[in-house]
């Protein structure tokens, strides 16, 4: 009985994974790594040969099954293939590993119960704890108490592995973080492989995460340290390292590094001089437009520099498109100056392709003055070639509960569909109007009704109905015209409600030409929803607008940049407006100094307060952003409190919290400040105060 109990124990033993791929695995896996080029199919074969070659090695199934998985998310497929395997090797840990491993995102919960029974067999069994970890590390089954637990069991079995690290590296828990910050930089120490040298920008967020933004020297005083040991140890066998090294440089704001780094750039990476885009900047910073009284001396201005631009860089097509706007600004312009400043933007740009084709915008001109109309289809659909193909919706996840399938609205793409479609009807096109208004109206009415609408995307609801009109009117469908038209002025309605009136009456013209009487017809405007295709209104027209909400927001705990300890219960008694921003964000940068304003104005009162939750993933960013801008605002960096609240969040966004702690109001994105945008704010809040609503 002892012997089989120790025989037991031997094939156990015998079916435990290394720490690591054995060598001639790793070589296997690099030599059926195929180039960019090859095809899914071929990849798919060559992984194969080295899953069959080795067929007890967890690194060889591995590579395998990363070949189906997208997103994270594994297909079907292959869990039928290894749930079909596992069944066939029953016993064997290796298949029951691989076969878990395809689950997490699909059932989740079957995962962690089956590697959980793995663990619970074989405790020092790695991959199976180094998947736990990667499990409790996401927003949807996060638990610092397992990960903590499963990350030790990891570094008990794998005490020199650095393959844990990248899973644990944004665990909101500080004390966890510096202790394995610590035990990393100590792996790290004497080892310059292209593993080691790679995991020093996670090294540095780590250690910056592990402590308030008011302590941050000794952070900083390592990065120095590393910076230069990194630099002398080269960058021409390991070129990542100037990735790092430009981390290092940013977050130091180490000026000669960071040109030092630009300097040794692979000559494809570097950013290349733009002599005319900086005069261009730079004049239009100068010479900024004022008011309506002074536009036409602007804009005579800005056209005669033009004429200076064209001179130095004529083969640049970013000057003939300066030319074109300063043309399309001016009150009364010359339309045949104004169509040869077209047409040179148009030649020197396939002559020489800058950025920003011009098809479109030429095409509208065109149709919108009548000139040219035997150009405008072949320039529109030249614009439309060059459109980036649809995103695919993401796999759902069920690590990421919150995550829609849906595809991420492209807001350029469907604006260009929009001017295409309104351009066909202009040059009567109709055909042509009707194909792409069909491909529009799904993925726009998508995304208004899962909440893209908050960015701006109620501009191109309207103009989709206001073509869909002016279509069915070319076509003589009057009632689907009526329809339409209804459906535009809704849309603006809820943004405007001030709208002109006599775009109401033009809209009951046409009401009573088509019924003969005005009866019902106020009804028939009320009516809420139309159209079924459009499940909810418009969130916002100008991006800026407030949606309503109430949601209590969950507790916190963080320090801000002053050293104070940050709590939800320093919420409660106050109306909080909570502004979202990072330093990589423009719109951000933009708004923060008329945040800075709202902050000064209610910074006194004990009804008002101003809080700001900082996205940046690196915190060391964070502190000399705000001096070198002399912002005061409180800050707490929240990047994984609000992945966690908002996984698919953006910023800026402002929230108005009321005394309770609830959110009662968002408001997305930026377009403009001033005192305007101050007012707007605390408005806002004074509407939210206790006994106001």
């Given at each position: 009985m002892l012997r089989c109990s120790l025989l037991f124990l031997v094939a156990l033993a015998a079916q435990g994974q290394p720490c690591d791929a054995p060598a001639e695995v790793k070589a296997a896996i690099a030599a059926a790594t195929l180039p960019v080029g090859a095809s899914m199919d071929e990849r798919i074969a060559a992984a194969r040969k080295v899953r069959d070659q080795f067929p007890s090695d967890y690194y060889a199934h591995r590579f395998y099954q990363d070949k189906f998985a997208s997103d994270g998310v594994y297909s079907q497929s292959i869990q039928d293939e290894y749930k079909a395997l596992r069944e066939a090797h029953p016993g064997d840990l290796t298949y029951q590993m691989m076969y878990a491993r395809t689950l997490p995102g699909r059932n989740t919960r079957e995962a962690i119960s089956l590697l959980d029974k793995i663990a619970e067999r074989q405790p020092d069994y790695a991959p199976a704890h180094l998947k736990l970890v990667e499990i409790y590390a996401t927003p949807a089954f996060g638990d610092n108490t397992m990960l903590r637990a499963h990350t030790e069991a990891y570094w008990k079995a794998c005490p020199a592995s650095l393959g844990v690290y990248a899973r644990i590296g944004h665990v909101d828990d500080a004390d966890f973080l510096k202790r394995a910050a610590a035990r990393l930089r100590l792996a790290l120490a004497?080892?310059?492989?292209?593993?080691?040298?790679?995991?020093?920008?996670?090294?540095?967020?780590?250690?910056?995460?592990?402590?308030?933004?008011?302590?941050?020297n000794q952070p900083r005083e390592y990065m120095r340290h590393d910076a230069a040991r990194l630099r002398a140890i080269g960058f021409l066998r390991?070129?990542?390292?100037?990735?790092?090294?430009?981390?290092?440089?940013?977050?130091?704001g180490d000026q000669e590094g960071l040109a030092w780094v630009a300097e040794n750039l692979p000559e494809g990476e570097r950013a290349r001089p733009d002599p005319a885009r900086n005069a261009i900047v730079q004049w239009h910073k100068e010479h900024a437009s004022a008011g309506a009284p002074e536009i036409e001396t602007y804009v005579r201005a800005w056209l005669e520099q033009t004429g200076e631009w064209i001179r130095r860089w004529p083969d640049d097509p970013l000057p003939r498109y300066e030319r074109f706007q300063a043309f399309q600004r001016m009150p009364n312009a010359p339309l045949g100056q104004a169509v040869q400043a077209a047409e040179d933007w148009l030649r020197v740009h396939q002559e020489h392709p800058g950025m920003a084709p011009p098809y479109m915008v030429v095409a509208s001109y065109y149709a919108q003055h009548s000139v040219h109309l035997d150009q405008v289809a072949g320039l529109v659909g030249k614009a439309l070639e060059g459109l980036v193909p649809e995103r695919r919706p993401r796999p759902v996840s069920d690590l990421y509960p919150e995550r829609s399938p849906v595809p991420q609205p492209d807001f350029f793409r469907l604006s260009q569909l929009e001017m295409a479609a309104r351009i066909y009807v202009?040059?009567?096109?109709?055909?042509?109007?009707?194909?792409?208004?069909?491909?529009?109206?799904?993925?726009?009415?998508?995304?208004?009704?899962?909440?893209?609408g908050k960015q701006g995307y109620g501009y191109l609801e309207i103009g989709y109905w206001s073509d869909m009109a002016a279509l069915a009117r070319a076509?003589?469908?009057?009632?689907?015209?009526?329809?339409?038209?209804?459906?535009?002025?809704?849309?603006?309605?809820?943004?405007?409600?001030?709208?002109?009136?006599?775009?109401?009456?033009?809209?009951?013209?046409?009401?009573?030409?088509?019924?003969?009487?005005?009866?019902?017809?106020?009804?028939?405007?009320?009516?809420?929803?139309?159209?079924?295709?459009?499940a909810t209104p418009a969130a916002a027209i100008t991006g800026t607008a407030?949606?309503?909400?109430?949601?209590?927001?969950?507790?916190?705990?963080?320090?801000d940049a002053a050293g104070k300890t940050w709590r939800l219960a320093d919420l409660k008694g106050k109306v909080t407006l909570v502004n979202l921003w990072a330093t990589w964000c423009g719109p951000c940068r933009n708004e923060l100094p008329y945040l800075q304003k709202v902050f000064d104005k209610v910074r006194e009162r004990d009804d008002l307060a101003v809080l700001t939750?900082?996205?940046?993933?690196?915190?060391g960013l964070v502190p000399p952003f705000l001096e070198e801008n002399q912002y005061t605002f409180p800050v707490l960096p929240a990047v994984n409190y609000l992945v966690k609240l908002l996984p698919e969040f953006s910023v800026p966004r402002n929230w108005i919290v009321d005394a309770e702690g609830v959110l009662r109001q968002e408001r997305i994105g930026f377009?403009?400040?001033?005192?305007?945008?101050?007012?707007?704010?605390?408005?806002?809040m004074e509407k939210a105060r206790p006994g106001k609503n």
């Open positions: 004497d080892r310059t492989d292209d593993e080691a040298l790679n995991l020093y920008g996670l090294l540095w967020n780590m250690e910056f995460k592990a402590v308030p933004l008011s302590r941050q390991h070129p990542y390292v100037l990735k790092e090294l430009a981390q290092a440089y940013q977050t130091l202009q040059v009567k096109e109709y055909e042509k109007a009707s194909d792409v208004l069909a491909g529009l109206g799904t993925p726009l009415l998508d995304a208004v009704r899962t909440g893209a076509r003589g469908e009057r009632v689907l015209a009526l329809v339409a038209e209804r459906n535009a002025l809704q849309i603006a309605f809820r943004a405007n409600p001030r709208l002109p009136q006599n775009r109401i009456a033009s809209l009951r013209e046409s009401w009573h030409g088509l019924t003969g009487s005005d009866a019902g017809f106020d009804a028939w405007l009320a009516d809420a929803e139309p159209n079924a295709a459009r407030w949606t309503a909400l109430a949601k209590p927001l969950p507790d916190f705990q963080m320090f939750l900082n996205a940046d993933d690196n915190p377009t403009s400040g001033g005192e305007r945008w101050v007012d707007e704010m605390i408005a806002a």
